[in-house]
């Protein structure tokens, strides 16, 4: 029986699904990796991937598909460029994976398109031609899907919606070297700034904050009423619904769909995003609908293992 492989790879483990190739997700493993730089870190990929399918009642010959959703930018010829959060030799990889698994084709996708395809596939997004999947964590990443083919760009940049300059007259840093970026207001960690400087100016006393990014303690202000949570909170719906507005005069989607970290508040902020994407859209888009995303931490598993099975029916 055919399968696909997904593989998330993270910092110091990958978590990988095993899928038929209808996208049902049949098992999950996660093998702990370390730096994924040398041909003993590959075996231990490689075979951990091969205990998944034993416990499955599947062999390597079984799998048709391997995708692999990697933290940094992969241009639409699959090439993955610096990876700044991870020591990965994506190329080493790669040929460890096609020695262990010969039927298999191999795709790299970066990790926030991963998500869009992988809610195309079994998501929210299921059935529609073209939709915007915006990530909100630690940053804030994007994945756009047009006819239902994700847009990586011809440099890796395409999605990088947290980049969309949204204050011209910021002077803080984001983390890319521009300033005014919409990840410096709408990320879990510019939600934890606007709070705190919305406190200072407001002379309230902040909440108990666990970290930088703690948006739940944020929202949980939000909810008994807290000041500056709601201001914070206003102004992240404001830039991101901007944000959005201009994402729509060149993409013009049908649907945004907000996930990540952040994401799991959507319900709190929803209508407020709403009226602001309202706002300042062209007219036309004006019905574009906007929903939270649904596979939650396991989409961009979901995306590259779709991708990798698209790119081989070509
Ligand atoms: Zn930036």
């Known amino acids: 029986m055919d399968k696909v492989l997904g593989i998330d790879i993270g910092g110091t483990s990958i978590k990988v699904g095993l ?48 995708g692999l959703d990697v933290p940094g930018p992969v241009d639409d010829e699959g090439k993955v460029g610096m990876l700044a959060n991870i020591e990965l030799d994506p190329d080493g990889l790669q040929a460890a994976i096609k020695r262990a698994f010969k039927r298999a084709n191999l ?26 999947l915006i990530a909100i964590g630690t940053g804030v990443g994007g994945g756009v899907v047009c006819n239902g083919k994700l847009v990586s760009g011809a440099f890796g940049a395409g999605g990088e919606i947290g980049h969309v300059t949204v204050n011209r007259d910021e ?17 879990a960690t510019g939600i934890v700034r606007s ?49 959005m507005a201009q994402i729509s005069v060149v993409v013009d989607p049908q649907i945004y769909l907000i996930g990540g970290g952040v994401g799991g508040g959507f319900k709190l902020y929803a209508e407020e995003l709403r009226a602001a994407f309202r706002k300042y859209c062209l007219a036309p888009s004006v019905a574009t609908r906007i929903l ?8 961009a598993m979901y995306g590259c293992a779709y991708e990798a099975l698209l790119e081989r029916g070509e």
């Open 19 to 66: 899928f038929s190739t209808e996208g049902i997700l049949e098992a999950v493993s996660k093998i702990p990796t370390g730096e994924i730089v040398s041909e003993a870190a590959f075996a231990v990929v490689t075979e951990g991937l091969k205990s998944l399918l034993a416990e499955n009642g599947a062999t390597p010959d079984d799998v048709i598909a391997i």
């Open 107 to 132: 795709a790299f996708v970066n990790d926030a398109n991963a998500a869009a395809l992988g809610e195309l596939w079994q998501g929210t997004a299921k059935g529609a031609s073209s939709f915007v």
């Open 171 to 187: 002077t803080e840093s984001c983390g890319c070297g521009r300033k005014g970026c919409l990840e410096q207001y709408a990320s």
């Open 195 to 243: 709070y705190l400087s919305e406190c200072d100016k407001l002379g309230i006393e902040p909440v108990k904050l666990d970290g930088p990014t703690d948006t739940l303690s944020v929202f949980n202000a939000h909810r008994a009423g807290d000041k500056a949570a709601k201001k914070a909170i206003s102004q992240m719906s404001d830039c991101l619904g901007y944000a």
């Open 292 to 299: 939270p995303a649904s596979l939650g931490n396991d989409a």
